[in-house]
T-cell receptor, first 115, second 115 residues
Framework: DAGVIQSPRHEVTEMGQEVTLRCKPISGHNSLFWYRQTMMRGLELLIYFNNNVPIDDSGMPEDRFSAKMPNASFSTLKIQPSEPRDSAVYFC?????????????FGPGTRLTVL | AQTVTQSQPEMSVQEAETVTLSCTYDTSESDYYLFWYKQPPSRQMILVIRQEAYKQQNATENRFSVNFQKAAKSFSLKISDSQLGDAAMYFCAYRSASGAQKLVFGQGTRLTINP
């Protein structure tokens, strides 16, 4: 199994530009999570999907952030327009939530730098 | 809302010695899961150990064990025979057993292993 795949691994962009982060969950997993890691706020959930449907987006900072999951094998997190304070590591994780003792498997993360 | 607190920003231990990382949490739920994740410099999030709240027996995984005190809402991680490869950030995390599948993380503890 390839694990959770994220792309790109690193992204450097200028303020005001649109940024799209991509995630491919582990095959067979029905839940997908987007987390953000910063020095100030630590690891926090942005949004999660269950069976491709957004369940909890209360962690999405503001309207500049949007996430989609058009099918079970792909999700995107988009920031438009990007700002320097969005600089962080963004993790995607997936799990099979039908199993009570499920484990979330994390991707390698995308390090985003907004100049 | 649930919260997780790690009061030790940094810890260090001599190689081959034992170290304990602390974690406390706050919840009104009776059934939940607790996790310790390791994040080495590669930034990959790796599950170290998990504990189901309904189990009184403390979980163990090789050199890693936990001390789960449900009444005190405490969940510490003990690493025995510390190895250089154990150097990393360690995060304590909480997940509800029903409803929200998201992980709530503590602030992390940076563990240094001295040779």
């Amino acid at each position: 199994d390839a694990g959770v795949i994220q792309s790109p691994r690193h992204e450097v962009t200028e303020m005001g530009q649109e940024v799209t982060l991509r995630c491919k969950p582990i095959s067979g997993h029905n839940s997908l999570f987007w987390y953000r890691q910063t020095m100030m706020r630590g690891l926090e959930l942005l949004i999660y999907f269950n069976n491709n449907v957004p369940i909890d987006d209360s962690g999405m900072p503001e309207d500049r952030f949007s996430a989609k999951m058009p099918n079970a094998s792909f999700s995107t997190l988009k920031i438009q327009p990007s700002e320097p304070r969005d600089s962080a590591v963004y993790f995607c994780a997936s799990t099979d939530s039908t199993r009570p003792n499920n484990e979330q498997f994390f991707g390698p993360g995308t390090r985003l730098t907004v100049l | 809302a649930q919260t997780v607190t790690q009061s030790q920003p940094e810890m260090s231990v001599q190689e081959a010695e034992t170290v304990t990382l602390s974690c406390t949490y706050d919840t009104s739920e009776s059934d939940y899961y607790l996790f310790w994740y390791k994040q080495p410099p590669s930034r990959q999030m790796i599950l170290v150990i998990r504990q189901e709240a309904y189990k009184q027996q403390n979980a163990t995984e090789n050199r890693f064990s936990v001390n789960f005190q449900k009444a005190a809402k405490s969940f510490s991680l003990k690493i025995s025979d510390s190895q250089l490869g154990d150097a990393a950030m360690y995060f304590c995390a909480y997940r509800s057993a029903s409803g929200a599948q998201k992980l709530v993380f503590g602030q992390g503890t940076r563990l240094t292993i001295n040779p």
